[in-house]
């Protein structure tokens, strides 16, 4: 994903974010510190093919419909000790699915303390930072 993309798609997060804390009347702020749990709610950003990239597991054409590298990326997972489900296919089956499971991985990395940090985190505070746990 090109940066312009990313940007795009990191201030899109940010205008949702600012929705939903509109209409629950609450700010969700953005999380800076690993492993440690947020006293409220707070986001961080993931990317789906960054988590996989800092995992080992390629994450090349795995987007395109029907594709075999879907239960290849969930057999890398779980091998690494995520749990799946005995049934993954709708993991497999809607990218969308298999996405979220991956964004759930990286925020269940970043709270165990096992991601990157950013090496200057003022400029991350203004720039943005996507959470990944180190390169495998």
Known sequence: MGADRIARAAHAALALLAQVGDR?????????????????????????????????????GYKKPANVRRW???????????????????FAVDVDVLDAALCVVAGADFLAGNVAAPPDPERARKEGWIWTRPRA
């Open 72 to 90: 290849e990326i969930i057999a890398s997972l779980r091998a690494d000790g995520v749990g799946f489900p005995a049934d993954a296919s709708p």
């Open 24 to 60: 629950l009347v609450l700010e969700i702020p953005l999380a800076w510190e690993p492993r440690r749990p947020p006293d409220r709610l707070a986001a961080i950003e993931v990317y789906p093919a960054a988590t996989l990239i800092a995992r080992g597991i390629p994450s090349g």
